[in-house]
């Protein structure tokens, strides 16, 4: 299927699967709304080639799709997508994200009245449970972590990745940090393909999920745009609902994930002469010592746990 939408006003809407059911919800959920910015959506399978492209072009109905073949890891993924867009403007969202109402028409209206804006983040919450709730801490230098919780008859629910109620809209404007402390993630998150950083892939291929940390690819590329002078923005109309809910085990790998990537995103900066990247990773990580209540205090414990090797230790912390 054709579009008529003009590129230099439409935007591309992307993501990259790892074969997820929500996939088709969100697809569906896309093509019910309003399409009118829309140039097309692109879909990197991440799958290994089990991703049903026909269900997939079904689910798309009246917009424009195409299925790319990824190589595995999210970074590569968007990567490809970033380079095979034929917008400037790059719409991203999960597989297990579900786009609420007006989310691209949001995104749109707000890129093209921004053009010095490099990346916005949207507004995430938590698919909603019975007596959910919203939890977060705020961390000198860092910003504010936000995660939901739930109570069920099998155990407490944790889901990450979600935006904290007290992040100011619009432009970021304080020092550079880790994205998820004050504008979002990228699981709801539109880049601007023209103020991405010169000389090297927007998204560090070694960071990120099927990579070793699994994690850390957008507090990468957040706190680098933000070093560099780019704009980051933070866009709480454009709503999604991330589809997460973590039992225990889960979770706890989930927390252990994200303080690798977390350590090692600041810490390639760190270790390439950036001060202020180091004093991020101190605080990150002194925080961490006095937040977990699994009794890691020492730097060497930490890491041990992060990188796997204290598989007997409970990991739950009160923030990703």
Known sequence: MSNSVPLDTALTVAVCSIGRADLFQSLRLIAADDVSSIAEVIVVDNTGGSLDRTAVADASANVPVRVLDGSGTASDGRNLALASARTDVVLFFDDDCLPEPGWVKEMATYMSAEPEVAAAFGRVEPVPLPNWRLESEVVPLLGENAWAT?????????????????????????????????????????????????????????????????????????????????????????????????????????????????????????????????????????????SNTSGLHELGDILAWAYGSLAGVPSRTTAP
């Open 150 to 290: 739930a109570e069920t008859p099998d155990g407490e629910l944790w889901c990450p990745a979600v935006s904290a109620s007290n992040w100011q809209p619009g432009p970021y404007t304080g020092e550079p940090t880790i994205p998820v402390s004050v504008v979002g993630s990228s699981n709801n998150m539109a880049l601007r393909r023209s103020k991405m950083l010169p000389g090297r892939p927007v998204f560090l291929p070694h960071l990120g999920p099927g990579t070793g940390p699994a994690s850390g690819e957008d507090t990468e590329l957040g706190y680098a745009l933000m070093r560099e002078g780019r704009t980051v923005a933070y866009l709480p109309s454009a709503r999604a609902l991330h589809n997460s809910w973590l039992e225990t085990a889960t979770a706890d790998h989930k927390q252990r994930c994200y303080v690798r990537g977390n350590v090692e995103a600041l810490g390639y900066h760190a270790l390439r002469g950036d001060d202020h990247a180091a004093r991020l990773l101190a605080t990150y990580l002194g925080n961490f010592r006095v």
